[in-house]
């Protein structure tokens, strides 16, 4: 059986996130916001590891991650408060974007 | 490493910060480059000068003065000024940051506006540059943010790329 091919995007958020669990759920339903019920499915988004108080590394599948890129750009509030997401760099494994975040080259690097 | 952006004061953005969004250098309105809005500035003389407005006879003034780009603020077409920015190879800047300003039918709106103008421009051979024009640090966007909302709406990965090399 295939597998399916994904990728792993570096995320850092203006504000810091002090509850990862709920976070990650608030994450999901402003990502179900933009995205819409008909695309979530395609994104199938996980946070997978948050690097530091603001940066996270998200794991979606290939095809999706154009709209996961879009859909962060497109989140401005969550659960009532200003929120913002960059979108720092991606990857096809998680071991090969943590060795970009520890050599500081997450930027726009694909 | 070579993407600029333009942004305003108020986004207090730093270089470790503009790099870790991919960009060699944030350009500082009224610092590195001089932003007009010439729908409340009246002086049309616009030399080296990035233009931002709606008023198109002002714009058109702007850009027959030597502007370097121009950012029409309602994204509408208007032929006589398309015209003669090509004539001036004056460059069309497009700003996503009202993009994060405005939500639902806005943005969609927006998106539809900003489509047209770009197919536009490209039929008719005026060079595009892309930058957030951020006000405020939640406004700002990666490079690779830029890039998709450029392919959204509707340029080429290679002409994205250069629109965002292309200021400064």
Same mark, same amino acid.
Not at chain 1, 4 to 16: C, I, L, P, Q
């Given at each position: 059986?295939?597998?399916?091919?994904?990728? &792993?995007?570096?995320?850092?958020? &203006? #504000?810091?996130?002090? #509850?990862?669990?709920?976070f990650q759920r608030r994450l999901i339903a402003a990502l179900l916001q933009v995205a819409g019920e008909a695309n979530l499915f395609r994104l199938n988004p996980k946070i997978v590891k948050f690097v530091d108080e603001r940066r996270f590394i998200v794991r979606t599948s290939l095809?999706?991650?154009?709209?996961?890129?879009?859909?962060?750009?497109f989140i401005t509030s969550i659960?009532?408060?200003?929120?913002?997401?960059y979108t720092l760099g991606s990857s096809g494994t998680i071991l090969a974007i943590e060795k970009k975040i520890k050599k500081g080259q997450t930027s726009a690097s694909r | 490493m070579e993407f600029n952006d333009i942004v305003y004061p108020t986004c207090n953005a730093?270089?470790?910060?503009?790099?870790?969004?991919?960009?060699?250098?944030?350009?500082?309105?009224?610092?590195?480059?001089?932003?007009?809005?010439?729908?409340?500035?009246?002086?049309?003389?616009a030399k080296d000068c990035v233009v931002i407005g709606v008023n198109k006879p002002r714009l058109e003034a702007a850009a027959k003065s030597g502007a370097i780009a121009?950012?029409?603020?309602?994204?509408r077409i208007d032929r $006589?000024?398309?015209?003669?920015?090509?004539?001036?190879?004056? $460059?069309l800047l497009i700003s996503f940051a009202v993009l994060k300003e405005t939500g639902g039918n806005d943005r969609q709106r927006t998106l539809y506006?900003?489509? $047209?103008?770009?197919?536009?421009?490209?039929?008719?051979?005026?060079?595009?540059?892309?930058?957030?024009?951020a006000r405020s640090r939640l406004h700002m966007l990666s490079t690779m943010q830029i890039i998709e909302l450029a392919k959204l709406i509707g340029a080429e990965e290679d002409a994205a790329r250069k629109g965002l090399k292309q200021i400064g």
């Open positions: 059986m295939m597998r399916d091919k994904r990728r &792993y995007v570096v995320v850092e958020s &203006y #504000n810091a996130v002090d #509850n990862p669990d709920l095809e999706g991650m154009r709209q996961l890129v879009l859909a962060l750009s659960d009532g408060k200003e929120a913002a997401f | 730093d270089a470790d910060f503009a790099a870790r969004l991919g960009f060699k250098r944030l350009l500082v309105a009224g610092k590195d480059v001089e932003i007009r809005d010439i729908d409340r500035d009246k002086n049309t003389n121009i950012s029409i603020t309602d994204q $006589k000024l398309m015209q003669t920015m090509k004539e001036r190879e004056t $460059k506006m900003m489509s $047209k103008l770009l197919r536009h421009a490209v039929k008719m051979r005026i060079e595009v540059c892309f930058a957030s024009m």
